[in-house]
RNA sequence: GCCGAGGUGGCGAAAUUUGGUAAACGCUAUGGUUUCAGGAACCAUUGGGAGAAAUCCCUUGUGGGUUCAAAUCCCACCUUCGGCACCA
């Protein structure tokens, strides 16, 4: 009988699903395992072999971690809200919920097919009302903590999209989703103040096993730095004014020649105002118009254009009034320039043209001046006025000059001691400042959840009261954005006029809608409770099953929905609401496959479909060779042929079948156990370090093996299957209960039967049986192998030395030289230096 | 520019954790077997070179170094990929 996957993968689906073998139990005899995949969003094409490969390694350690005793928690769900829905809406009509719904329907049927094992009594969908409430519940807790706000800021607006993006969601100056350039606007938004956890977010990385890559990526988006604070004084008359810069290097202070503000600092449209500044000092600022004409046309620029002009950087001095350095009491000039930006520090820098680079073009385009204040501690450095900018060596630490009483002292030392010295005069006090941005959370589009807030003219921004939620998405039917920078919702008047939850008057609701990130920032929550109407989920299942053990997904999330998601986890924590304060203790990142050189995407053409391959060959066909592609973490390149391997030994494995019976011959027995314990032990340990590839050669390995016996023992095959069938679950489900026939065959620990081989467990290999009696000890004569012989493990030094050098070979080697050394290691090899 | 991860046959890759037989396993290719035929079946060979053969020499991006011994450790460089990017 011929292995047909087709046969049988459909009808083992099935079963599966009616005798519920994967369905998560909340009955807690056994340790919990949460093993969690990221959700995809349902686009109409489906899913990819690409996303399979993740999905496939979790589905596998489910299946172990099953076996292995563990109560398992696999659930899946649909990040269902977002754009390219709502973008066809806007195209054809067709309702994003209804293209949504058409969409879940194909792709779990996809995921199904694959044969894994997700609890579908848990399915979540984010474009769900009865989840979306929860989302908005989330929204107002943090509203009133006071962690949501809304203001007036320049934000990141895509024109194509229509809508604002948070700052993660713009690459290069480029929307994410569509590539369209991004343009600054200034709009009053929502926000998340994640900045307020911006420490703990990075601390906690200490706590969690993740990627080493992307535990960085998140250090360096908080980017912390620490330095201090100094006021530099500006004299209007007689009344100075404070003006606040940043550095990390206060061992660089007496090399500052200038000042520079950001275009958006208020002290700069406060010197400039006539009315608040003394007539006297306006008139001393001689060229007001051009500062103001500079100030205008720098709002005006895109974050590509401030920066694409790369290097080439624009400023213009305030004519007229000076700072004063409070080191030395040096005048230095003022400039107004937008290499300087407002979103970060002070928004003003003391300027250091002979150590810093940005400072070195700018002040070598105008002739400033420029002092230099640290020399290297070894060596010599052409003057740091001449190269185009500092050298590393100046850069890092050195010995200060022209540094007045700090000159010969080390940077380390003159950074404190500076520090001191001027904190002791209320001149400077240390700060610490995050490139981390507050969370940009409002977009203008229709296909996401209504922020759950009122406004009055009365009470103002009402939140909308718990028992009002959820705020439901109204059916509409023109998608067109309103071109006012408004969601579609703000042309539904039904949705808008409303009353005023306090007061009763007429009011209006918010009509922007939350990121889907928002979305996906508590999902792994719901699905330990998904039906839960009273709470998001209930404290005891929150208890049982939580935090996620595994959580298995693209390195894309890195600074996105892997750090709101922590960000979410401890504000609830915070809240008391949940016990842990870190949502996934494992992180593991699958690899890109690619396909002719490119990463699979829709427009590249590339994509391979799983259907396809299920179709010809079989889901485990397909499993297997996601599995065996390369290693799990890494891009590998798909290949069309390189299932067929795959195939041929499911094939193999099928064909063994036929041989078994209880005949072994003794000796060949004994060599096949070993080998089955010692496979047993490197498919148990490589599933357990992701190493999945190597995992399936030793299987494929034993399976050669095997087909060179004449005759196998039921037990020994079954041991062989138990391994295989995480990594393919039909094939092996299928001989599994079909052995279970009434021939006399005996059901002991490892025998096969009718109960699912899923409800077996996971084989121990012994480690008496793995043991060698011979060793191949390797000959080196000069490093170089020259002859191997067969010994006991245990050789002495001694025994094998007199062994090697009665060996014929050798002595042709070794031939009248003198031996000048032996080196001797136990059970590996012995090396002549002659 | 800064940070990070890689570079091993014709291809995907093993061996890097612990320095100790480089190329396991699979694909491809070549030759053969079976079959009415086909190949997504089976068998053999498959890093390069020399040789009739035994066997020998060379080979892990490049160049140095440490060591009895280096794909593995150290230094410098080249290169591919990923992230960040005027963050003071």
């Given at each position: 009988m011929e292995y047909n996957p087709q046969k049988i993968e459909g009808k083992w689906q099935r079963i599966w699903e009616k005798e519920k073998l994967f369905k998560a139990k909340d009955i807690f005899k056994k340790p919990k395992f949460y093993c969690l995949d990221m959700f995809p969003y349902p686009s109409a094409e489906g899913i990819h072999v690409g996303h399979l490969k993740g999905y496939t390694f979790s589905d596998v350690i489910s299946k172990k971690k099953t076996m292995e005793g563990f109560n398992v928690l696999h659930p899946m769900g649909f990040d269902a809200f977002g754009l390219p829905a709502e973008n066809f809406a806007?195209?054809?009509?067709?309702?994003?919920?209804?293209l949504t719904s058409r969409s879940i329907k194909n792709i779990k049927q996809q995921l199904i097919s694959a044969g894994f094992?997700?609890?579908?009594?848990r399915e979540i969908c984010t474009c769900n009302p009865d989840y979306y409430k929860w989302t908005q519940w989330m929204f107002l807790q943090l509203y009133n903590a006071g962690l949501a706000y809304k203001k007036e800021a320049p934000v990141n607006f895509c024109p194509s999209c229509k809508t604002v993006l948070a700052r993660e969601q713009v690459i290069d100056g480029k929307c994410e989703r569509c590539d369209s350039l991004v343009e600054k606007k200034y709009l009053n938004q929502w926000f998340f103040k994640i900045t307020d956890y911006a420490e703990r977010l990075l601390n906690d990385l200490n706590k969690i096993d993740?990627?080493?890559?992307?535990?960085l990526m998140q250090k360096n988006w908080i980017g912390k730095s620490e330095g201090t604070e100094i006021y530099f004084k500006i004299y209007r008359g007689s009344t100075p004014v404070n003006l606040p810069v940043f550095t990390t290097r206060m061992d660089t202070l007496f090399g500052c020649t200038y000042v520079v503000i950001a275009p958006e600092h208020p002290i700069v449209s406060n010197l400039l105002d006539a009315k608040?500044?003394?007539?006297?000092?306006?008139?001393?600022?001689?060229?007001?118009?051009?500062?103001?004409?500079?100030?205008?046309e720098a709002k005006k620029k895109t974050e590509i254009e401030r920066v694409a002009e790369d290097k080439e950087k624009t400023g213009i001095e305030i004519r007229g009034i000076k700072a004063?350095?409070?080191?030395?009491?040096?005048?230095?000039p003022i400039f107004v320039a937008d290499y300087v930006l407002m979103e970060y520090g002070t928004g003003a820098i003391m300027a250091v043209p002979a150590h810093d680079q940005r400072d070195f073009i700018f002040a070598k385009k105008r002739g400033l001046e420029m002092i230099e204040v640290i020399k290297p501690k070894t060596g010599r450095h052409p003057p740091a006025t001449q190269s185009p900018f500092p050298e590393k060596a100046f850069q890092e630490d050195g010995i200060l000059i022209n540094s007045g009483p700090f000159s010969e002292k080390t940077s380390e030392e003159a950074r404190k001691e500076i520090t001191k010295y001027l904190e002791k005069r209320g001149q400077a006090k240390k700060a610490t400042y995050y490139k981390l941005r507050d969370w940009l959370i409002s977009r203008q589009r229709y296909w996401g959840a209504p922020i759950p807030i009122i406004y009055c003219s009365k009470c103002g921004k009402v939140p909308v009261p718990e028992k009002d939620l959820p705020v439901v998405l109204p059916k509409i039917k023109d998608f067109k954005p309103t071109g006012k920078g408004e969601s579609p919702l703000a042309k539904v008047e039904k949705f808008v006029k409303t009353k005023c939850p306090k007061c009763?008057?007429?009011?209006?609701?918010e009509t922007d809608t939350l990121d889907t990130f928002v979305c996906s920032s508590w999902y792994f929550l719901r699905y330990t409770d998904p039906k839960n109407l009273k709470i998001f989920a209930s404290e005891k299942k929150?208890?049982?099953?939580?935090?996620?053990?595994?959580?298995?997904g693209g390195a894309e999330h890195a600074v996105m929905h892997l750090l709101y998601s922590r960000f979410f986890t401890k504000f609830l924590f915070d809240q008391k609401l949940i016990h842990f304060d870190e949502p996934f203790l494992k992180l593991f990142n699958q690899g890109i496959v690619y396909r002719q050189g490119a990463k699979m995407s829709k427009s590249k053409g590339n994509v391979v479909r799983p259907d396809y391959i299920i179709r010809k060959f079989g889901a485990d066909t397909m499993r297997l060779y996601e599995l065996f592609m390369g290693p799990a973490n890494q891009a590998t390149e798909w290949s069309d042929k390189g299932v067929i391997g795959c195939f041929r030994f499911l094939n193999k494995v099928w064909s063994i079948q036929e041989r078994i019976g209880n005949q072994e011959s003794k000796v060949k027995s004994q060599q096949l156990e070993k080998l089955i314990h010692k496979t047993i032990k490197k498919v148990s340990q490589d599933l357990e370090n992701f190493r999945f590839n190597t995992a399936v050669s030793a299987l494929m390995i034993l399976a050669n093996e095997l087909e060179k016996q004449a005759k196998i023992s039921l037990i020994h095959y079954s041991l062989f299957l138990m391994l295989l069938s995480p990594m393919a679950p039909h094939i092996t489900e299928e001989i599994w209960r079909k052995l279970g026939n009434p021939e006399g065959i005996p059901s002991g620990s490892y025998g096969a039967g009718k109960k699912s081989i899923f409800l077996e467990k996971w084989p121990k290999y012994n480690p008496e049986l793995i043991k060698e009696e011979k060793i191949q000890l390797i000959i080196q004569i000069n490093g170089k192998v020259r002859d191997k012989i067969e010994v006991e493990p245990e050789i002495t030094e001694e025994k094998a030395k007199e062994l090697t050098l009665k060996r014929e070979r050798v002595k042709r080697w070794i031939e009248k030289k003198e031996i000048k050394k032996i080196i001797f290691v136990p059970g590996k090899l012995i090396n002549i230096v002659i």
């Open positions: 806007i195209k054809t009509g067709v309702p994003p919920a209804k094992g997700y609890d579908w009594q993740w990627p080493e890559k992307v535990k608040r500044t003394p007539r006297r000092v306006a008139s001393q600022i001689s060229n007001l118009k051009e500062i103001e004409k500079y100030i205008e004063i350095n409070p080191v030395n009491n040096q005048e230095v009763k008057s007429k009011a209006k609701r929150i208890k049982d099953w939580l935090p996620v053990d595994l959580y298995i």
